[in-house]
């Protein structure tokens, strides 16, 4: 201390300075933060039983719900969303399958886009692809850290309407040809113009405005909509396949991000409902039945919770009764 | 003012403060940093048409923003020590109890690196430092200062409950509906920010109010022609979800820049780094930084707070 109060104070300041930023740089170029996550977990506990695409299958009925906000995103004109304020999801997997059920309230149900300005629900799941060293951005993942979209649409799900339901006058007199030549979105390999691929859309993005369908549609889906909510389920195998593809490993960690769509409210495109990355934990253990350990945990977490906060407020409300100095 | 009448009155505690308020300013500044160019910048450029034109100056900003992250960090690191060892030169009850908070948080950020402890009882550690500081602070403080901070607080505690419950269902014990405690911490952060400049005994000037007017005006701007981007960088940094009135959102910008300018236009250099610390952390659990950020800027304003010691010198004179 002694050699220390001998250095000249600005000295002293521009060395402590130099420190800290050779420091900083040093932990960048190692990579090494000593910060953590502390965002909301998605737990996919291992299941007993196939989930299959029934979101109303038992086995989700023994699985907890995590309740992820969401807030208005508009990555393009018109701007808006954000009519949906939370989504509950659940995760599972069985037999290296990833199962993910979501489950939101909408008042309408809307799955039809027969008209320009019918939109359809719909819900997506957003993951870092196999491939990225980084956690990609949330909008659309960036040029060096790609991201895997997995999107369920209601029309989909609910087929290709015949426009004579919606017009009901209308007359076509004869379509030259069946060939894809004709019909245009088809031949361009829009996945949204070949109802035999499902419900879900399997697609892949390195940044905003690069979306596209990937080369391997292997997610399958399937939602249902009662009581005012939609309640979807999303399955994929955990290999992925490609490295622009999302991969799982039960035992390991990986980034997730919904979106919603509500149709009724003109929300398409990047007009939504969006979470921030939560962490999906692909658990190695079997679905939890709510044992004692457990409970002993939770119950240990609360009571120092609330020992803590409550002595805090009587120390604040204490210190708010002493005499204080005036301004 | 506070440190310096500190130093005058009482010279045996004074070193620590004085030591503390230049890391605390280059720490509110190194996070204001990180926040706009990492947090903010970057995370919304990728929006920027044809970026891929502006590829390397892309590059160059986002390793800047990362460098500033880093940089908060190590400042971090050495604040919290810092702080620590001052507030416990204090001596009094108190002071001691926000160094005892900042202790709790340290081990909580060294359990969550090394994940040695449940998740639920670092999410219960975590909110728990938090209260405990703000306490401290509210021990410290005037009664104005107090419930502001409190407002802070209690916002930040039904947020990382929020997550606390959350992250019990993700452990498959049970489930909860938690959009209330969303819902009211969105409210209470409101209120922090709108009450910060009458908190703080801050009267703007001239300047100050011209400037708080223009960042209200600009932010309800922003939230009239994009507030979805807006949006989903407050939900992503501040843990707020934005389902309030734009105008609320413009006000508490706008009075969360007087109170600062104020401070900083006092030469209230202590506070005012305190309160950037805890804008930058934002409210609810997001990672170790972030909380560390608000407790540094918790510890921060207790020390600045008056000492009653102090006062009744005052009155005996």
């Known amino acids: ?327 | 003012m506070i440190a310096r009448d500190v130093v005058r009155s009482r010279p045996a505690v004074a070193p620590p403060v004085v030591q503390l308020e230049p890391v605390a300013v280059a720490l509110a500044v190194a996070s204001v940093i990180e926040l706009m160019v990492l947090r903010a910048f970057t995370r919304t450029a990728v929006h920027i048409p044809a970026l891929s034109a502006l590829q390397r100056p892309y590059e160059f900003i986002s390793t800047f923003g990362r460098y500033s992250y880093f940089v908060a960090v190590v400042l971090l690191l050495v604040a919290f020590p810092v702080a620590v060892v001052a507030l416990w030169c204090r001596g009094d009850f108190a002071a001691r109890m926000a160094a005892a908070a900042l202790l709790l948080f340290s081990f909580v950020a060294v359990a969550a690196r090394s994940r040695a402890v449940d998740i639920l009882v670092l999410d219960a550690l975590t909110i728990g430092a938090v209260v405990l500081a703000a306490a401290a602070v509210a021990s410290r403080g005037q009664w104005r200062a107090s419930l502001v901070v409190a407002a802070f607080a209690a916002a930040f505690a039904l947020q990382g409950t929020s997550s606390f419950l959350q992250d019990a269902a993700s452990q498959g014990l049970a489930s909860f509906e938690t959009r209330w405690l969303l819902w009211a911490a969105e409210w209470l952060a409101l209120l922090f920010a709108a009450a910060a400049p009458l908190g703080f005994a801050v009267r703007p000037s001239r300047w100050g109010l011209v400037l708080s007017i223009a960042v209200a005006a600009f932010t309800f701007a922003v939230l009239l022609a994009n507030g979805s981007t807006f949006k989903v960088l407050l939900l992503w940094n501040e843990g707020l979800a934005g389902t309030l009135p734009s105008a609320g959102y413009a006000v508490a910008a706008g009075s969360l820049t007087a109170a600062v300018f104020g401070l900083l236009q006092h030469r209230r250099a202590l506070p005012a780094a305190g309160l950037v610390l805890l804008i930058s952390g934002g409210i609810g659990l997001h990672s170790t930084y972030q909380t560390g950020l608000v407790l540094a800027g918790l510890a921060v304003i207790c020390l600045a707070a008056r000492e009653p010691a102090l006062a009744a010198h005052a009155k005996v004179k």
Not at chain 1, 58 to 82: D, E, H, M, N
Not at chain 1, 193 to 214: C, R, S
């Open chain 1, 1 to 327: 201390m002694h050699v220390l109060n001998r250095i000249p104070p600005r000295l002293f300041s521009l060395g402590a300075l130099a420190v800290v930023l050779l420091v900083a740089g040093a932990l960048q170029l190692a990579d090494a933060n000593p910060a953590a996550s502390q965002t909301m977990t998605l737990t996919a506990w291992t299941a007993d039983s196939d989930p299959g695409l029934d979101p109303s299958a038992a086995v989700w009925k023994r699985t907890q719900f995590i309740q992820a906000p969401l807030t208005a995103q508009a990555g393009s004109y018109a701007a808006g969303g954000g009519s949906i304020p939370v989504v509950w999801a659940r995760a599972l997997h069985y037999n290296d399958t990833l199962y993910v059920r979501l489950e939101w309230e909408d008042a309408t149900q809307d799955d039809t886009t027969l008209k320009v300005e019918q939109f359809s629900d719909a819900v997506a799941l957003e993951f870092p692809a196999k491939a990225v060293a980084t956690v990609p951005s949330v909008c659309m993942g960036q040029a060096d850290a790609g991201v895997n979209i997995w999107q369920w649409r209601a029309d989909s799900e609910a087929g290709v309407a015949d426009p004579s339901d919606r017009y009901a006058n209308a007359l076509v007199d004869m379509y030259p040809s069946k060939d894809d030549l004709y019909y245009t979105a088809r031949a361009v390999g829009n996945p949204y113009a070949k109802p035999d691929q499902g419900p879900v859309q399997n697609l892949v993005a390195q940044a905003f405005g690069t979306i596209g369908p990937a080369g391997i549609q292997d997610v399958h889906g399937s939602g249902v909509y009662q009581d005012g909510r939609w309640s979807v389920v999303f399955a994929r195998p955990f290999a992925g396949g490609a490295n622009d593809l999302a991969t799982f490993t039960a035992g390991t960690k990986t980034d997730i991000a919904i979106a919603v769509w509500n149709g009724s409210d003109g929300d398409r495109n990047g007009r939504k409902a969006i979470s921030q990355f939560l962490t999906l934990n692909i658990s190695g253990a079997g679905l939890p039945g709510g044992g004692s350990s457990h409970w002993l945990v939770l119950s240990l977490a609360a009571g120092t919770l609330l020992v803590i906060v409550a002595g805090g407020v009587v120390l604040g409300i204490i210190g708010l009764r002493e005499e204080k100095p005036t301004a």
